[in-house]
């Protein structure tokens, strides 16, 4: 496994993040946490979750439930120092009014609410799940200086940014001599590579820290399905996921099958090529996997330290 510091900060994250989405979602908590703990015993020590992530997601009561996070702090109990925990904040938690968004109201009654879930007095890498355009920055940003002068949190973060908010963000935590974000987690793969033109130049030049996620495409870059009416009984489509669908196109299709045969050539799956190319980005601190079945987190850890050419990069830009 290979270890990189996050962003300027000096904490190490293995490349490989566990991503947690699936935790009492569509996997029970036996097989989470089999999953959690298989992943550590293999040297991944970054785990990935959110307030947000649990059944909720998938309910008519359009809000989360946190089973991810209590899933997680149950199997964590003594092992809480071998990991590095990141979770997030932001998407809406109840009916109320002020159960979203990063109002000060809301982040500090999520923070208390996560580490409670989570069954720990810390959070290592806190995120604001998504940009609120309803709430000043400056109030986010206190807030999220308040939980870590008060040692709640460790380091903060945020997630689907731009880079210009990014960037603004900065700006006003220098100004007001408040933390500043050390990551970013936007979603990158194969099939949806729009962060290059922005993002990863700005967090390369700035030294911000980034943990993708999706790099398998939900699934789609594993090439279990053949078309979109063709899900696998255990798949998460067929669990009924709804952003998968999203790359269910002729044009992704096509994509997969040119990718697999380059995967063939070299050797490995399709899920290990496509895994290991988010790797050999040179921005890119982490790739957050989403595993719902043992051998996932093992074919990810297996091809983790492949190093790839410059003529394998270049054949992958050569495909259209
Ligand atoms: N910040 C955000 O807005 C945001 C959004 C999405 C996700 N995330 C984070 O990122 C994590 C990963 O996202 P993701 O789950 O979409 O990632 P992903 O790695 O693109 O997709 C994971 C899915 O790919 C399939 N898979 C994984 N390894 C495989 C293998 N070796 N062989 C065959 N199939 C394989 C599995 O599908 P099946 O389960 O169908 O078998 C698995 O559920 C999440 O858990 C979460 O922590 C964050």
Known sequence: MQYKKLGKTGLDVSSICLGTMAFGRWIDEEAS??????????????????????????????????????????????RREEVVLATKVGIRMGHGKNESGLSRSHILKEIDRSLIRLQTDYIDVYQVHLFDPNTQLEETLRALDDVVRSGKVRYIGCSNYAAWQIMKA?????????????????????LSREIEQELLPFCESEGVGVMVY???????????????????????????????????????????????ELAEKNEVSLSQFALSWVLNQPAVTSAIVGASKPYHVTDAVKISGWKWSAELLNEVENIN
């Not at 979109?228 to 798949?235: E, G, Q, R, T």
């Open 33 to 78: 946490r089999n999953i959690l703990y298989q992943a550590i015993e293999e040297g991944i020590n970054f785990i990935d979750t959110a307030n947000y992530y649990g059944k909720g997601q998938d309910t008519e009561v359009p809000y989360g439930t946190g089973e991810s996070e209590e899933i997680i702090g149950r199997a964590l109990k003594g």
């Open 214 to 260: 999706s790099p398998l495409a939900r699934g789609m870059l594993s090439g279990k399905y053949k078309s979109k009416d063709d899900a696998p009984l255990d798949s998460r489509a067929a669990k009924g996921e709804r952003l998968i669908q999203n790359y269910f196109n002729e044009r992704n299709f096509e994509l997969v099958s040119k990718y697999r």
């Open 170 to 190: 900065h700006g006003i935590s220098e100004k007001m001599n408040l933390e500043k974000y050390v990551s970013v987690q936007p979603q990158y793969n194969l």
